[in-house]
């Protein structure tokens, strides 16, 4: 891969990290007070809720950072070695998590009576690109172990 493409990446990596971060101690706190000031009947919800939605910005954050390590392996022209199917899975990991959690808020939100149809709606949505996402990175790591093999087997005709 062409060196600009992945320091271009690294650079998008940054900016999105630091707009998590932003959201993380800025938005999402904020958000909850304000919601909690206009719904008093959730309000006893505010600080699961801040808690629930910084862990799952913190694993999105951590799969940015994995990803940024692959960036790293693939300028090195190392991406087939053992430490890029710790870091693949790592990010499936957090995938999972994350879909967990959304799973979890979901069910909360429904057994507590709270959220309208569109908040559910948008539960929903991040359900299903939570489980495409994770199938996605399956195939995906798939694929760098075949190559991976390939790769092995033609160093050893050459």
Known sequence: M?????????????????????C??????????????KEPQVAFLQVPGVIVADIFLLCVQIALLCLWRLLSLVAEETIFSPRSYLLVDTILALVLIATGIVITATIGLLAFGVGSGSVL?????????????????IVLRGLVRKAAALEHDLSEVV
């Not at 271009?8 to 932003?22: F, W």
């Open 2 to 22: 062409h060196v600009r493409v992945v320091i271009a990446l690294k650079v998008l990596l940054v900016v999105l990290l630091a707009i998590l971060v932003a």
């Open 24 to 37: 993380q101690v800025f938005l999402v706190p904020s958000l909850a007070a304000v919601t909690a000031a």
């Open 121 to 137: 709606l948008v539960c929903l949505l991040g359900v299903v690109l939570g489980v495409s996402s994770a199938l996605l990175v």
